[in-house]
């Protein structure tokens, strides 16, 4: 069994920057696939980026250049560090492991406004 436990969402300005974590149990982080997906409010949940156990990154053409998907494998944590916020951003982050089986966290909300 694998919990993950997201942080970091809260309010920002257009523009700004958040740092989401995501804290992973469980000892197959290590060989894992983590990512990110967002739901915006009336939407589908979408990939937004992962990264392999090797440290292979993916991202969705609409975060490429502003955010960074990284993970540390001693402290079994992936982060997503977003830049140059915009209102589309604005979703449920939700942090996925894929391994043998997936699992999902809770996610955390992210909004961008004025």
């Known amino acids: 069994q694998v919990q993950l436990v997201e942080s970091g969402g809260g309010l920002v300005q257009p523009g700004g920057s958040l740092r989401l974590s995501c804290a992973a149990s469980?000892?197959?982080?290590?060989?894992?696939?983590m990512g990110w997906y967002r739901q915006g409010p009336g939407k589908q949940r979408e990939l937004v980026a992962t990264?392999?156990?090797?440290?292979?990154?993916f991202y969705a053409d609409s975060v490429k250049g502003r955010f960074t998907i990284s993970r540390d494998n001693a402290k079994n944590t992936v982060y997503l560090q977003m830049n140059n916020l915009t209102p589309e951003d604005t979703a449920v982050y939700y942090c996925r492991s894929a391994a043998q089986y997936i699992y999902w966290g809770r996610g955390t909300q992210v909004t961008v406004s004025s």
């Open positions: 990264v392999s156990s090797g440290g292979t990154t």
């Open positions: 469980g000892s197959i982080f290590r060989i894992s696939i």
